[in-house]
Structures are given as C-alpha cells and as structure tokens.
C-alpha cells in the first residue's frame, strides 16, 4: 500500500533520514520507535507529503505520491502538535474540516466524539483548551473520515489514562477492520497490544524492521520493549545492509 524506497532528509548538515527503505500493507500496524530525534516523525511527514525528501521515493498504491496528491484523503494523521486557528471553536474547526476534506461517500465516524463528551465542548475556543482537550479534537479528526490508513504521532501524549484508554480501544478496532496503522509512541507499553511488526530507528537510519512474532522468537522476550532493547544490545541487526536485506524479505513476503 505505502512503499519507501531509499527516503534521505537533510537539515543542513544533520541526516533526519538516510536511506530509508520500507513497505507498508493492509491489516499491519507499525510502531516506528527509536530515540528522539531519530527520524520518526520526519519520516510519518515524508510520508504526508509535508516534508520534501532531498532523495528517494514514496509509492502509495504504486503511484508517486507527487503525481497525485488526492492519496491525503485516504490518510487519516494525528500530528505529534495539532496547530489549529486559535480563534476558533471546536466544532468551527470541525465543519471546516469536514468542508475542505473530499470524502466521498464514506459515512462520517463519528465515534471518538460521542466518547469524549466532546459534542458538549463544540464552543470552546481552541485557544482556551488543555493539551490533553487539543489532542482529542487531533484524534476525533483522524478518525472522523474512516480512513484506509491511519499515521498516528505520539497520540496518547498528553492525554489522561482514561482518555487514552478510549483512543487504544478505537486503534484496534479500526485494526480489526483491516487498515494500515503507523503509530510512533515513547510508551511501549501503549504499542504491546496493537502491534504487528516493529521498525526501528536511529540516527535517522532504519535499524530494524520485523514483526512481532519474528522480534519475540529470536530474543525469547514477551514484551516490546524488552525485546527491542534485547535485539538493540545482541547487535543483531548491522545498519544499512542488513535493514535493505530485511525490507527486500518482506517485500517478498507481503508480494
Ligand atoms: P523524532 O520524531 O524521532 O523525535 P524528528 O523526525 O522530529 O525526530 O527529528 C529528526 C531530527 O531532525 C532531529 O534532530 C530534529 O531536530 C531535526 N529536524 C526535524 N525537523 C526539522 C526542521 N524543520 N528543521 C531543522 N531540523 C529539523
Ligand atoms: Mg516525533
């Protein structure tokens, strides 16, 4: 569905990306980890189209996503940051979306607003609203056009255990129904149960890329974080050669 191949970003000297290589399909959900700064949220936006790579190429459904820009609409995105106008009202913010957004005939999904009570906040000014209130009107618009794929930054940040709650038990349903899920999360614990396959980086370099029944068969461990600090620390995966070799395999694989 989504292909990467061979993605670089430079800002000035610093490599966000370096040659970058990955492919996405149906029914997967990816946790893209790595320290900060390691190219995560670079690469979500290289995706989107928001940031230019200096090299490579990105496939959406074996198009350049350059020659046709109306692939956005089958991406839903939670931004790491929602900037929204700050003079406006949640559901100001709302119907301008849902006038500018082409999509379709596809039912609106109206779900997450309904669970966050957020139907009673329609006034509020964006302006006045808490971090965790911010993200929620980021996630009730990520989901609102029942998107093919979903790209979702860090979207428990800043949200209370309830609220988060709500959000994980709506990821995997829209798991259950098949999408393709790429979520970044410094709580590992948050991407346990979502998961299907890990792709690692750092320093902008993709380090690993697997599923997760192939990461806990090789290091024995049950929870993603272990394992991925065990693979980490066993210098099992070399960089470049070794992650080019592990995407070619799963093209395969997914072919
Ligand atoms: P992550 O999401 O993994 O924390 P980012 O993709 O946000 O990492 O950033 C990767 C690196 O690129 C960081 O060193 C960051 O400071 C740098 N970077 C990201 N965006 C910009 C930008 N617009 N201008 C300059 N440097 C940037
Ligand atoms: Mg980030």
Redesign the pocket.
């Known amino acids: 569905m989504i292909t990467i191949e061979h993605i670089t970003k430079k800002?000035k000297k610093?490599h966000?990306l370096d040659d970058v290589s990955a492919a996405f399909r149906k029914g997967q959900v990816v946790s893209l980890v790595?320290p900060?700064?390691?190219?995560?949220?670079?690469l979500i936006k290289s995706i989107l189209g928001i940031v230019q790579p200096d090299a490579g190429q990105i496939y959406f459904n074996s198009k350049p996503i350059q020659s046709e820009v109306a692939y956005r609409d089958k991406i839903g995105y939670m931004p790491q940051i929602g900037r929204y106008p700050d003079n406006m009202t949640i559901g100001q913010v709302i119907s301008m979306i849902k006038n500018i957004r082409n999509h379709g005939t596809r039912k609106l999904d109206e779900e997450l607003i309904e669970q966050y009570g957020m139907h009673a906040l329609m006034e509020k000014n964006m302006r006045s609203l808490s971090g965790g209130t911010r993200q929620k009107v980021s996630a009730v618009l990520a989901f609102l056009f029942d998107p093919e794929v979903l790209i979702l930054d860090e979207p428990t940040a800043g949200l209370d255990p309830l609220a988060s709650e709500i959000l994980k038990e709506k990821i995997m349903r829209e798991k259950e129904k098949g999408k393709l899920i790429l979520i970044t999360s410094h709580i590992l614990a948050d991407l346990d149960e979502l998961t299907t396959d890990v792709m690692y980086?750092q320093d902008g370099k993709l380090r690993l890329y697997q599923s997760i029944g192939k990461l806990k068969e090789l290091t024995g461990e049950e929870r993603l974080g272990r394992a991925i600090a065990s693979v980490m620390k066993s210098g099992y995966v070399q960089p470049t050669e070794q992650s080019g070799a592990i995407v070619k395999s799963m093209e395969v694989r997914y072919a």
């Open positions: 800002f610093l966000a790595g900060n700064g390691s190219g995560k949220t670079t980086l």
